[in-house]
């Protein structure tokens, strides 16, 4: 029997794999390998609380080295299509001495039948040898059942053993699910139709305060990456993840190695603006495929784990070019922001919040708990000689991401305010030149300064100016106002440098790390020249007590030697 009589219009598959189009049409990709070599390689990229799912593959194991082939089916958990595979050999996931699952990589004689996307990547942690994929999808909702159940985590088994034996219905039971690979069968009479649709891990909304666990302790922070593609594209000084050169790294590839060389294990990441140029459709790609790689394959972290907020180069211009006197300051209309609510409904799989903000409150190891509110602070409209990069935080934004997270009330997470604009000035002395931007500092900044010193924010975190930066403020009411309390709180500050732009002092690149051990905030930062290594540069810490009030109180910044 030939391979592709397997892909019958009613095929029996036996599991059934997830993936998803975010780095790359994954199928077309593969069948281009596929047909030039009889047969491909399919990586797979394992959800952070998924487990190695051995049972599975050494089955599959089993079977493939007794010469049999077998049966799958690839479900798109975009668009709901399933594809039948024949797969004829496979490579089983492996853990380490400490129960994690290690980036495996096809023999070295047979990494040309990895697609190139992925080939240099260390995104999978098990491989399906395909030898054949269906061009068209099979009818399979309501058509199959689950075989066994998966093990999904924070489930009660009595509760998951429900699903044995019970039709499939929709995409969106298996959306649901925290997990990639289900064994499955064809339906019988007797199987249940009733719905699941368990709970999940996984956010599913911009705007939550739903503890997310991190398996690791630090915060990586990025800003201003800067994808830029088409007649800019020199002014991102990385290698794009859809060029070849395998001798030059990407930007995340770079990140990561740096954070393997310094044995840094992250938990979540935070961007914080201007991942494009000049908001092009191109660059939004550019920009997902990179942001997808680094979490969910060379972190192995998910999406719930991201969190992203735009800069003035992420929002398109709408105004002339000539500047008009006394015309209304207004706020930046939907077409605007159209690119980049579609980029962040591509990347996370929901709508971004009506101001593009996001709210997300980390655990990491030790019960360490880090609460995020990332306001969107390039809210105005803006045109190339109208305000371009003017910085302003809508009131109601930052309370809309303040209540998500009930700032209102004491608290015992450190909490931080991420936006990308600055609350403070950088520069010893500003350029006359940027007078019309605002120097890089949000106009509304001594009201969110206040607004947060209020709510107990104990960080601010920025980009913008490319400069890497630390501060500490203090916030007081305006004396003509009555208060009971004119000392408002203090707080730190961190800028980025950018991780990914040409045009800063001496091509230079930076990323941040950020972790809470016991009392002390400790803040690492980290420096490439001209597509170099990133090198450690400068070490922080703030120590955190308890204050007067009962509040938790931060610190000023105090340098400790890079050993």
């Not at 990586?43 to 593959?57: Q, V, Y």
């Not at 380490?96 to 990589?105: I, K, V, Y």
């Not at 999406?303 to 300051?329: C, F, K, Q």
């Not at 305010?417 to 950088?426: D, P, V």
């Amino acid at each position: 029997m030939s391979d592709g009589s397997f892909l019958t219009s009613s095929p029996a598959l036996r599991f059934l794999f997830r993936y998803r189009d975010l780095v790359a049409d994954t199928l077309p990709e593969h069948r281009v390998v596929l047909q030039e070599r009889g047969w491909c390689w399919w990586g797979w990229w394992k959800r952070p609380n998924e487990p190695g799912r051995l049972e599975i593959w050494q089955a599959l194991e089993r079977e493939t080295l007794a010469g049999k082939r077998v049966l799958i089916g690839l479900f798109h958990s975009g668009t709901g299509a399933v594809h039948p595979a024949v797969v004829e050999r496979v490579i089983v996931p492996q853990a380490d001495e400490l129960g994690s699952f290690t980036s495996l990589n096809p023999p070295s004689t047979e990494l040309d039948g990895v697609p190139p996307y992925y080939r240099s990547s260390r995104h999978s942690r098990g491989w399906l040898r395909l030898v054949a994929l269906a061009e068209e999808p099979v009818e399979f909702f309501g058509r199959f059942s689950f075989a066994s159940a998966p093990p999904l985590p924070h489930h009660p088994t009595r509760q998951l053993e429900r699903l044995v034996g019970k039709r499939i219905l929709d995409a969106d039971e298996l959306r649901a699910m925290d997990t990639t690979i289900w064994e499955i069968r064809p339906v019988q009479p007797a199987d249940s139709s009733e719905r699941f649709l368990t709970a999940s891990q996984r956010q599913d909304a911009a705007l939550s305060a739903e503890p997310i666990a991190c398996p690791g302790p630090w915060l990586l922070h990025l800003t201003d990456p800067h994808y830029a593609t088409g007649r800019f594209r020199q002014e991102h000084q990385w290698r794009l993840e859809t060029e070849d050169g395998a001798t030059r790294p990407t930007m995340v590839d770079a990140i990561s190695n740096a954070l393997a060389h310094h044995q840094r294990s992250v938990g979540a990441v935070l961007v914080t603006g201007d991942l494009t140029y000049v908001a092009a459709p191109e660059e939004f790609d550019a920009a997902r495929a990179g942001l997808f790689k680094l979490t969910n394959g060379l972190l192995g972290l998910g999406m719930e784990h991201l969190v992203v907020v735009p800069g003035n180069h992420d929002i398109a211009w709408t105004r002339g070019e000539s500047y008009e006197y006394g015309a209304p300051v207004e706020v930046a209309p939907a077409e605007a922001t159209a690119s980049y609510r579609k980029f962040f409904q591509a990347l996370y799989g929901y709508p971004a919040s009506p101001h593009l903000s996001m709210a997300r409150r980390f655990v990491f190891p030790g019960g360490n708990l880090l609460d995020i509110a990332a306001v969107n602070s390039s809210s105005l409209e803006q045109g190339q000689s109208f305000l371009a990069g003017m910085g302003r935080v809508q009131e109601s934004a930052y309370r809309e991401v303040a209540s998500a997270l009930t700032w209102s009330s004491p608290g015992s997470a450190l909490r931080v305010l991420a936006l990308h604009h600055h609350l403070a000035l950088t520069e010893d002395l500003e350029s006359p030149d940027e007078y019309a931007t605002g120097f890089g500092i949000a106009i509304d900044a001594p009201r969110i300064q206040r607004m947060g010193a209020r709510d107990g924010v104990h960080l601010v975190v920025h980009g913008h100016k490319h400069r890497a930066f630390v501060w500490r403020a203090e916030a007081y009411h305006l004396p003509e106002y009555s208060n009971e309390r004119w000392e408002l709180g203090r707080f730190n500050i961190v800028g980025g440098g950018s991780s990914g732009s040409r045009s800063s002092d001496g091509r230079r690149n930076f990323f941040n790390l950020i972790r809470v051990v016991g009392s002390v905030v400790e803040l690492e930062m980290y420096r490439s020249q001209q597509q170099g290594a990133f090198e450690r540069f400068m070490t922080w810490r703030a120590p955190l007590a308890t204050g007067a009030d009962g509040r938790l109180e931060i610190a000023p910044w105090q340098v400790v030697p890079n050993g």
